[in-house]
């Protein structure tokens, strides 16, 4: 579990509550990761390629085929 502060409650519904929220957040993490590896795989540039080049305004064609 992820840090939760100085003090855990001892009330197990705001425990529960807060551990429920750390599970969701690394859930939604991991979709992301997710869709980062599939981007990589389809256009076979990593995100920071990509980025860079959508950003100079040479990258407008999708799955591979760049300036």
């Known amino acids: 579990t ?3 502060g100085a003090d ?7 425990l529960t ?7 969701q957040n ?3 993490a ?7 590896i599939f981007q ?3 256009t076979g540039l990593h995100t920071g390629e990509q980025t860079s ?4 305004g040479k990258y407008n064609i999708p799955f591979g085929q760049h300036a």
Do not use: C, H, Q, T
Request: charged share 25%; glycine share 14%; proline share 3%.
């Open 17 to 23: 509550e807060k551990l429920n929220k750390e599970l």
């Open 2 to 4: 992820g840090y939760f």
């Open 26 to 28: 690394g859930r939604a």
């Open 30 to 36: 991991m979709l992301g990761i997710m869709g980062m």
């Open 8 to 14: 855990l409650s001892s009330d197990p519904e705001v």
């Open 40 to 42: 990589e795989g389809i």
């Open 53 to 56: 080049l959508l950003l100079s």
